[in-house]
């Protein structure tokens, strides 16, 4: 058996091979050299690899380096699950392209208790339960894109804020 990253190969019985995606936990530090606020940095995460497709990223203020809050200023790629955490915030830029996609795999796709800024795109879909937990702010100056209908999609909490000056999709 082999590792990468966050893929395990395995070996099964007659020869056969098959690649198993593992989802991980990937809790933001921030604060790498010259450039503390890029989200595809690997030096801004502790497992020093950008989350992907399968994984959790974490914004914790128990983590951050410097209070360095993530910027996404171009296309990431696509995470199973964003959790922002009080006193903690992401800011997705005009040029910056976010994807949440559930796969079916985590109930929610982001739960907010800090600050989250869209300026570009945002796009939350397949998940199992809602779009956004929210007891922080959402701040929509962009474009946002939930697969869950309006009355499903943003699940508000006290003191949770949601303000939209962009526009809202509904896939």
């Known amino acids: 058996m082999s590792i990468h990253s966050n893929r395990v190969a395995s070996i099964f019985g007659e020869g056969g091979r098959s690649i198993r995606n593992i989802s991980a936990k990937y809790y933001w530090r921030g604060g790498a050299h010259g450039d ?13 690899s950008v989350p992907g497709w399968y994984d959790q990223a974490i914004i914790s203020f128990a983590n951050s380096n410097h209070f360095c809050n993530p910027i996404v200023d171009e296309f990431i790629t696509d995470i199973n699950q964003l959790i922002v955490e009080k006193g903690c915030s992401i800011l997705i830029q005009k040029e910056g392209k976010m994807c949440i996609d559930g796969f079916g795999k985590k109930g ?39 697969e869950k209908q309006e009355n499903e999609a943003i699940i508000q909490s006290v003191p949770g804020k949601f303000e939209n000056l962009g526009e809202v999709i509904y896939l």
């Open 36 to 48: 503390q606020f890029n989200w595809n940095n690997p030096y801004n995460w502790f497992n020093r």
């Open 108 to 146: 929610v796709g982001i739960i907010n208790n800090g600050e989250i800024i869209i300026k570009g795109e945002l796009t939350i879909q397949r998940t199992i339960y809602t779009s956004i937990r929210n007891g922080g702010l959402v701040r929509n100056l962009g474009s946002l894109a939930l």
